[in-house]
């Protein structure tokens, strides 16, 4: 191998981060398709010594075998497979019309000009062929091959004439659908549909369609949340068969199967949740233990028990994945009468649960953890507020209990700090919402120590429930179980980021992964408050890796645990289901589940909460521009919250974000520094800085495309400013 080439691959790995490796492992073959490697000798020809990197050597070879980069030669060896020029990728539709084909066997993306993609659109998974790669000039591709469609069906609205009429999909799709008049479905020139491609002939322009659904009218409230959904490839409603199905459930639990289960029904058992909320997956219970120990009972919604494998109920649930939070509505992952009914853990009523109990001493350390099948009895509903109350005034229903809970929960948290868990606590943005739907305020949701009370054991459990399955004494594989896993950061990103605070002051240790997480704490405590706060709360939040599901455990980075999983929420999350019928089985004695076929349903899961999250946060754009329409030329004060070459992005304080395009900056030529997150003029050298406080006036709100522009207000003093107060705030003269 040559010698810039290995110390290449060294460099990748230093910081033996998932991707990196990945990307290091296929540099290693790459370099010699005709060798083929085992996972030791590849740990020592990257020169890893390290045991747990040298484990996720093993789980890389396995993924790269499944994407058909690598081929196993015999048990435990693995080759390249042959290729000719071409790889498979992702495409990512730019805002100009070419693409980028991002795929794991280049560091940088494939770049396709828009008369090469072939009909591509945005998300595809396809097949490139390559051009000549000339060194150091981008990749560039044609796409020969589309393996597989993202989308089916669009969202978008129509635009008709007399014979015919056009679909304008919302996002980036680059085309228009043709809609002859007797495939409209009934839709009227300027209303919401949902259109499906019919044929695209090969030298066609615009794709041939019909209109499968009409949404209403474009900006009626219902209409537009249903076409967020819709944008997603998210269910509107339930299936007919399915909400019967749900129906026959009886409300009554059989005597006997209540005889089979610990009997939690005599201790103290409260729930804590959002004041709104009707789907109550976890309680808590607290009794104190002759031992002199506490009793601490995590008691989990026991969905597995109603909703069994191979039935509609399960199938339904599995192709949801998720529940859906949008701005002014929960679209649930289960049928209302399981998830607001029989599931729910409502207070006074016997309730079935998967239970996580520990015996805790007062420094919160465990002495004993059961888990297991349970019956429980709720006897309070508290509201965060409710708790939250108690904690600070030390009255109030069941204060004991809760007040000792609360001081548990403190010790268990100040102990995951210190184990090197990062503390990222973003601000929630809330509407109050009218009967229509139209957004009357906008206030913040911030997590006291209530929410953290629940959050810490329901970590707990989530972390001790993978280490029961997931540890093993000796050096027999675990079995088969669903991690949630967090990958550690990319170090490039790591350095751009802290190079960029170094700008107001502060620094990242980024030596010792530990050393990382404390610096990155301190740096959350510094910047509280400041006005810089969430410009690096939202940079540092980019410079990790997203979690996802996985049967191949890695540890979740930002909690700093070795296992994790997600064992608390069966009634909202898919995986949690999984990990339940699991548990269950192993309990029981079970043999380990097929491996395969669970990391394909993590996969899926991981990939419908991606679009979930995504809706979420359409949902709360629509709303932020609808809240500002009403407000075109009034002056407001903000953070620029991002830099690019077209313009910058300001989030003003009720955190609505707008963009200032280049073209209105007319008092000079501004170029674009990449690497200082900034715009510069090139004569007068004006600098507009991400983390800059500015001065803005609303000149746009597009609806449609969810988006406000904005534009720099005139020079002034300040006095003008706009504020925004919700009105249980107004009391404290709390800016929002």
């Not at 129509?158 to 009934?186: Q, V, W």
């Not at 009794?287 to 399960?314: C, M, R």
């Not at 521009?625 to 300001?650: A, N, R």
Request: net charge neutral; proline share 3%; charged share 30%.
């Amino acid at each position: 191998m040559a010698k810039n080439k290995k110390h290449k691959i060294e460099k990748l790995v230093e910081t033996f981060n998932k991707p990196k490796l990945k990307n290091a492992i296929l540099t290693l073959f790459l370099d010699n398709p005709e060798r083929t490697y085992n996972y030791k000798q590849i740990a020592e020809l990257l020169k890893i010594k390290d045991q747990e990197i040298t484990k996720l050597v093993f789980v890389v070879l396995e993924e790269l075998t499944e994407t058909k980069n690598l081929y196993s030669v015999q048990r435990g060896k693995y080759k390249l497979q042959s290729r000719s020029g071409a790889v498979l990728g992702k495409v990512e539709i730019q805002p100009q019309g070419y693409a980028y084909i991002v795929s794991e066997e280049f560091d940088k993306p494939i770049l396709v000009s828009n008369r090469n993609l072939n009909h591509a659109m945005e998300g595809d998974k396809v097949k490139v062929q390559l051009f000549a790669i000339r060194k150091k000039q981008q990749v560039e591709g044609e796409v020969v091959e589309i393996v597989e469609r993202a989308k089916s069906t669009f969202v978008g609205t129509i635009s008709k004439s007399n014979n015919y009429a056009f679909f304008i999909p919302s996002g980036k799709t680059g085309f228009d659908l043709f809609i002859p008049n007797e495939k409209l479905n009934g839709a009227k020139d300027g209303q919401k549909a949902i259109a499906k491609i019919t044929e695209w002939p090969a030298r066609a322009k615009n794709p041939f369609g019909e209109i499968i659904e009409v949404l209403g009218n474009v900006g009626d409230n219902n209409t537009e949340m249903h076409a967020i959904l819709a944008e997603y490839d998210l269910p509107l409603r339930f299936p007919d068969n399915v909400l019967k199905a749900a129906e026959k459930i009886p409300d009554e639990i059989p005597e006997e199967e209540i005889r089979r289960r610990r009997d939690m029904r005599g201790v103290t058992t409260f729930t804590i949740d959002p004041k709104d909320a009707k789907d109550f997956d976890d309680a808590l219970s607290i009794q104190k233990l002759e031992n002199g120990f506490w009793e601490i009972g995590v008691h989990i919604a026991d969905v597995s028990y109603y909703v069994t494998p191979g039935t509609i109920l399960d199938e339904e649930a599995y192709s949801r994945a998720t529940s859906v939070y949008l701005v002014d509505r929960v679209v649930p992952m289960l049928p209302e009468k399981l998830s607001n009914g029989v599931c729910s853990l409502r207070p006074n009523e016997d309730k079935l649960c998967f239970s996580a109990i520990f015996q805790l001493n007062d420094d919160s350390e465990i002495q004993h953890q059961w888990f297991g099948r349970t019956v429980i009895h709720s006897d309070k509903r508290f509201a965060y507020e409710d708790a939250q109350a108690i904690i600070e005034s030390g009255e109030g229903e069941l204060k004991d209990e809760v007040l000792t809970m609360n001081r548990l929960a403190i010790k268990l948290r100040e102990a995951r700090f210190k184990h090197g868990s990062i503390a990222f606590e973003r601000v929630e943005v809330k509407f109050e919402i009218d009967e229509n739907g139209k957004p009357l305020s906008v206030y913040f949701k911030e997590a006291k120590e209530s929410n953290q009370l629940v959050e810490e054991f329901m970590l707990l459990a989530n972390k001790r429930v993978a280490e029961f399955i997931g540890k093993t004494d000796d050096k027999r594989a675990a079995k088969t179980f669903v991690y949630r896993i967090h990958d550690k950061p990319d170090p490039e990103k790591l350095m751009n980021f802290n190079h960029f605070i170094h700008k107001f002051g502060y620094i990242l240790q980024l030596g010792t992964p530990g050393q990382i997480s404390k610096s990155m704490n301190l740096l959350m405590t510094n910047v509280k408050g400041k006005n810089e706060q969430n410009v690096i709360e939202t940079l540092a939040i980019r410079t990790m890796a997203k979690a996802v599901y996985s049967t191949r455990n890695i540890g979740h980075y930002g909690l700093s645990f070795e296992y994790y999983t997600h064992f608390t929420s069966p009634i909202r999350r898919y995986p949690d289901v999984m990990v339940h019928r699991l548990l269950e089985r192993y309990l029981a004695g079970g043999k380990t589940a097929n491996s395969q076929k669970y990391e394909d349903m993590c996969k899926h899961s991981s990939d419908m909460e991606n679009k979930a999250a995504n809706a979420e946060r359409s949902s709360i754009k629509y709303k932020q521009v609808e809240f500002m329409q009403d407000k075109i030329g009034q002056e407001f004060s903000g953070v620029i919250s991002g830099v690019t070459d077209w313009g910058i992005y300001v989030e003003l304080e009720n955190k609505c974000e707008g963009m200032v395009s280049v073209s209105t900056l007319d008092d000079d030529f501004y170029i674009f520094d990449e690497k200082n997150y900034c715009l510069i003029g090139r004569h007068a050298h004006r600098k507009f800085q991400l983390g800059d406080v500015v001065q803005v006036e609303i000149a746009r709100a597009n609806l449609e495309k969810k988006q406000l522009d904005f534009r720099l207000a005139k020079e002034k003093n300040s006095e003008g400013t706009k504020q925004f107060f919700h009105p249980e705030n107004k009391k404290k003269g709390r800016r929002l």
